[in-house]
């Protein structure tokens, strides 16, 4: 007969059975409640493992041969002009294509406004005698995703086509394009999109089959859900397709043979057209590759799949690690546990992948979630059930350690993280203009005195508008917003702080010049653009959390670059694109900074309170467009007009010593109007 102690000890035994299995059943099941209810945050992490799978895990596959991409590229631009082009231009392409039997030509365009009646009509006959143009239409929507509107070309040559095709994007929180809708329902019409038009003219079927959850075509069932979005199997990175140049093709220069019965996508791979998406391989791939790709995901029959066999799956693999790792935990010490969980989550991995390049998307994060939260709860389990006795012994030892410093590192063991990820950040550098002829008449306590009241007026404005301010060097400073919290608007709050500061510094000159004092101004430069932001240097050591990359370099480089147009601030065009609609530019130039061949258009930032006019903006880009056209003396003329009113206007007093130079020196064949710095 067991003893009185026996049988305490196999009543807390079973109770602790019971209690394991209700943890263990309680944690898989909170799991797949999860999983049903589709959390955001984490089907943010699934979305991510979704594109490791393509960039890191799986890597290119051949695309299909079948597919082609005509590129409204760089060297087109150079030979054609600047983009949108006339549609003469198009007219010899279409010839040319039709004449090698390409079987189809899609355009990632459309034309809804009417160029001239010769020059519509010659384009519309073009399209129509080639009879395999395929256009592209946009639409509008309202926030039920209802269709309110869309762009498309002139009916005239929208008529002519041989049919139309929506280009919209539809990409997810994030930015990425994972999903594509084939079929967009505008009023009692569906309408194909352009990669689906690809495809139905690869397969010679020009009629489909809408179902609840799949589209057929041709004997092809593609898997979409309830509002046919297809997931995208990217093929690989940008340029997977092969790619011609659209004045090649226009002046004749491409053998006929690579374009015969070819699927053609025509589009902008030019960066400056900005027709860029963001996709698991790149986050600046055109537009136009990923029509090709749903395209060729089609005609290839290379579909990803997520739908009830997958979910099977997702559930069956929750339960599974769940369970299974939490007996584990708890029959097991922790440090043999985590590698046996490491082992199964790894293993589990490899099955995703492997079902992966089968086609069907299940679940990374959800069961690894389950494995992590059994880790947790059983290992927590056995630590209160288990192991007092060594709880008692570690906390004699606690007093050694502070107390603080082991929950910080409990709490985030990445803390001390070295690396970064990717930001859309606007990035400002200033530097105060003559400081250093100002510090030579000043004792070393003086200048210190009054960079620091500068300084503290600056950041307080900094701070007004949630910027950061990365460091100070000397008298300048490197400030960013976008980062590390993500900020939509941080181009527009970089802007207004940069106006913010001027008028703060406006406001301490008053306040020098009574005192006596000699006041001062400052210049800047701003981008916006992708940077590498993080944790950068040495653990141990020194670390420092700053922001790096080519979009931090050309803020730098524009700051500098401010002084030789004798203007206070100078913006990029990515900076300009996304503030136009808020402040006052003035376009000044397009030039290559040291160390760069990709021309940047520079605008100056305009102060409300300045006194140009919008009518004296206007003038100089009337000028500047003479000047591009070559028409030197009428640009000129213009800007000694502006110089009358504008005395102390540098940019018009260069543009006049550069105009009076190309009148006595013709510019080289290829000039392009583009400005080469040659300092920093």
Same mark, same amino acid.
């Given at each position: 007969?067991?003893?009185?102690?026996?049988?305490?000890?196999?009543?807390?035994?079973?109770?602790?059975?019971?209690?394991?299995?209700?943890?263990?059943?309680?944690?898989?099941?909170?799991?797949?409640?999860?999983?049903?209810?589709?959390?955001?945050?984490?089907?943010?992490?699934?979305?991510?493992?979704?594109?490791?799978?393509?960039?890191?895990?799986?890597?290119?596959?051949?695309?299909?041969?079948?597919?082609?991409?005509?590129?409204?590229? @760089?060297?087109?631009?150079?030979?054609?002009?600047?983009?949108?082009?006339?549609?003469?231009?198009?007219?010899?392409?279409?010839?040319?294509?039709?004449?090698?039997?390409?079987?189809?030509?899609?355009?990632?365009?459309?034309?809804?406004?009417?160029?001239?009646?010769?020059?519509?009509?010659?384009?519309?006959?073009?399209?129509?005698?080639?009879?395999?143009?395929?256009?592209?239409?946009?639409?509008?929507?309202?926030?039920?995703?209802?269709?309110?509107?869309?762009?498309?070309?002139?009916?005239?040559?929208?008529?002519?086509?041989?049919?139309?095709?929506?280009?919209?994007?539809?990409?997810?929180?994030?930015?990425?394009?994972?999903?594509?809708?084939?079929?967009?329902?505008?009023?009692?019409?569906?309408?194909?999109?352009?990669?689906?038009?690809?495809?139905?003219?690869?397969?010679?079927?020009?009629?489909?089959?809408?179902?609840?959850?799949?589209? !057929?075509?041709?004997?092809?069932?593609?898997?979409?859900?309830?509002?046919?979005?297809?997931?995208?199997?990217?093929?690989?990175?940008?340029?997977?397709?092969?790619?011609?140049?659209?004045?090649?093709?226009?002046?004749?220069?491409?053998?006929?043979?690579?374009?015969?019965?070819?699927?053609?996508?025509?589009?902008?791979?030019?960066?400056?057209?900005?027709?860029?998406?963001?996709?698991?391989?790149?986050?600046?791939?055109?537009?136009?590759?990923?029509?090709?790709?749903?395209?060729?995901?089609?005609?290839?029959?290379?579909?990803?799949?997520?739908?009830?066999?997958?979910?099977?799956?997702?559930?069956?693999?929750?339960?599974?690690?769940?369970?299974?790792?939490?007996?584990?935990?708890?029959?097991?010490?922790?440090?043999?546990?985590?590698?046996?969980?490491?082992?199964?989550?790894?293993?589990?991995?490899?099955?995703?992948?492997?079902?992966?390049?089968?086609?069907?998307?299940?679940?990374?994060?959800?069961?690894?979630?389950?494995?992590?939260?059994?880790?947790?709860?059983?290992?927590?389990?056995?630590?209160?059930?288990?192991?007092?006795?060594?709880?008692?012994?570690?906390?004699?030892?606690?007093?050694?350690?502070?107390?603080?410093?082991?929950?910080?590192?409990?709490?985030?063991?990445?803390?001390?993280?070295?690396?970064?990820?990717?930001?859309?950040?606007?990035?400002?550098?200033?530097?105060?203009?003559?400081?250093?002829?100002?510090?030579?008449?000043?004792?070393?306590?003086?200048?210190?005195?009054?960079?620091?009241?500068?300084?503290?007026?600056?950041?307080?404005?900094?701070?007004?508008?949630?910027?950061?301010?990365?460091?100070?060097?000397?008298?300048?400073?490197?400030?960013?917003?976008?980062?590390?919290?993500?900020?939509? @608007?941080?181009?527009?709050?970089?802007?207004?702080?940069?106006?913010?500061?001027?008028?703060?510094?406006?406001?301490?000159?008053?306040?020098?010049?009574?005192?006596?004092?000699?006041?001062?101004?400052?210049?800047?430069?701003?981008?916006?653009?992708?940077?590498?932001?993080?944790?950068?240097?040495?653990?141990?050591?020194?670390?420092?959390?700053?922001?790096?990359?080519?979009?931090?370099?050309?803020?730098?480089?524009?700051?500098?670059?401010?002084?030789?147009?004798?203007?206070?601030?100078?913006?990029? @065009?990515?900076?300009?694109?996304?503030?136009?609609?808020?402040?006052?530019?003035? !376009?000044?130039?397009?030039?290559?900074?040291?160390?760069?061949?990709?021309?940047?258009?520079?605008?100056?930032?305009?102060?409300?309170?300045?006194?140009?006019?919008?009518?004296?903006?206007?003038?100089?880009?009337?000028?500047?467009?003479?000047?591009?056209?070559?028409?030197?003396?009428?640009?000129?003329?213009?800007?000694?007009?502006?110089?009358?009113?504008?005395?102390?206007?540098?940019?018009?007093?260069?543009?006049?010593?550069?105009? @009076?130079?190309?009148?006595?020196?013709?510019?080289?064949?290829?000039?392009?109007?583009?400005?080469?710095?040659?300092?920093?």
């Amino acid at each position: 007969m067991a003893s009185p102690s026996e049988l305490t000890t196999q009543f807390l035994n079973r109770r602790s059975a019971i209690v394991s299995i209700l943890l263990a059943l309680i944690t898989s099941f909170t799991v797949v409640a999860l999983y049903y209810n589709q959390n955001p945050f984490i089907e943010a992490f699934e979305a991510k493992s979704y594109d490791l799978r393509f960039k890191n895990i799986r890597g290119a596959i051949p695309p299909n041969k079948q597919i082609a991409i005509i590129a409204i590229d @760089d060297k087109s631009i150079a030979e054609l002009g600047r983009f949108p082009w006339s549609r003469r231009h198009y007219i010899p392409l279409i010839e040319n294509l039709s004449a090698a039997g390409a079987k189809a030509v899609l355009f990632d365009a459309f034309f809804p406004e009417s160029e001239n009646e010769a020059t519509d009509q010659a384009f519309s006959k073009a399209i129509s005698q080639a009879g395999n143009i395929i256009l592209a239409t946009v639409f509008d929507f309202n926030r039920q995703f209802q269709v309110v509107g869309t762009t498309r070309s002139l009916p005239t040559i929208e008529k002519s086509a041989m049919g139309i095709g929506h280009i919209n994007f539809f990409p997810d929180e994030d930015g990425i394009n994972r999903r594509s809708m084939l079929l967009i329902k505008e009023k009692d019409q569906l309408m194909p999109s352009l990669g689906l038009m690809g495809a139905m003219v690869a397969l010679n079927d020009m009629t489909l089959t809408p179902k609840p959850f799949s589209i !057929e075509l041709a004997g092809h069932s593609i898997p979409v859900d309830a509002s046919y979005t297809m997931w995208i199997n990217y093929t690989g990175p940008t340029g997977s397709y092969p790619q011609y140049s659209f004045s090649d093709i226009a002046a004749g220069r491409i053998d006929p043979a690579l374009l015969k019965d070819k699927i053609l996508f025509l589009g902008a791979t030019a960066l400056g057209i900005y027709d860029m998406r963001v996709t698991p391989f790149h986050s600046n791939t055109p537009g136009v590759e990923i029509h090709a790709t749903i395209a060729d995901n089609i005609i290839s029959g290379r579909f990803i799949r997520q739908a009830g066999f997958e979910a099977l799956i997702d559930i069956s693999f929750i339960l599974l690690l769940g369970l299974l790792t939490f007996y584990l935990t708890a029959r097991l010490k922790l440090y043999s546990a985590i590698p046996v969980t490491f082992i199964l989550s790894t293993g589990y991995i490899w099955l995703t992948y492997q079902l992966f390049t089968e086609g069907h998307w299940v679940s990374m994060i959800y069961p690894l979630i389950a494995a992590v939260a059994s880790l947790l709860v059983g290992g927590s389990f056995r630590y209160l059930i288990l192991e007092r006795r060594a709880r008692e012994m570690r906390s004699m030892f606690s007093s050694y350690l502070s107390p603080k410093l082991v929950s910080r590192l409990e709490r985030d063991p990445d803390a001390a993280r070295i690396g970064g990820d990717s930001k859309e950040i606007s990035i400002i550098f200033t530097d105060i203009k003559g400081f250093t002829s100002f510090t030579e008449s000043r004792t070393p306590l003086e200048v210190v005195g009054r960079l620091n009241e500068y300084l503290a007026a600056m950041v307080q404005v900094i701070t007004n508008y949630d910027g950061t301010v990365d460091k100070f060097i000397g008298d300048g400073i490197m400030i960013y917003w976008g980062a590390p919290l993500a900020q939509p @608007d941080h181009a527009k709050r970089a802007v207004g702080a940069l106006l913010g500061m001027k008028q703060a510094l406006n406001e301490l000159c008053r306040k020098w010049e009574k005192s006596g004092e000699e006041p001062f101004s400052f210049r800047g430069g701003i981008n916006s653009g992708e940077v590498i932001a993080g944790n950068i240097g040495s653990r141990g050591k020194k670390l420092e959390y700053t922001v790096i990359g080519d979009t931090v370099n050309l803020a730098a480089r524009l700051e500098s670059t401010a002084k030789y147009y004798g203007v206070d601030f100078l913006v990029s @065009d990515n900076t300009y694109q996304l503030t136009c609609d808020k402040f006052i530019y003035r !376009e000044l130039d397009q030039i290559r900074v040291i160390g760069k061949q990709i021309p940047v258009t520079i605008y100056e930032l305009i102060d409300p309170l300045s006194e140009i006019t919008e009518e004296e903006i206007r003038q100089f880009q009337r000028a500047l467009q003479l000047y591009r056209a070559q028409k030197w003396l009428a640009a000129r003329m213009l800007f000694l007009s502006l110089r009358e009113m504008l005395p102390d206007d540098k940019p018009c007093q260069i543009y006049i010593k550069r105009c @009076d130079f190309f009148i006595d020196n013709s510019p080289p064949p290829e000039w392009d109007g583009v400005y080469d710095r040659e300092s920093k």
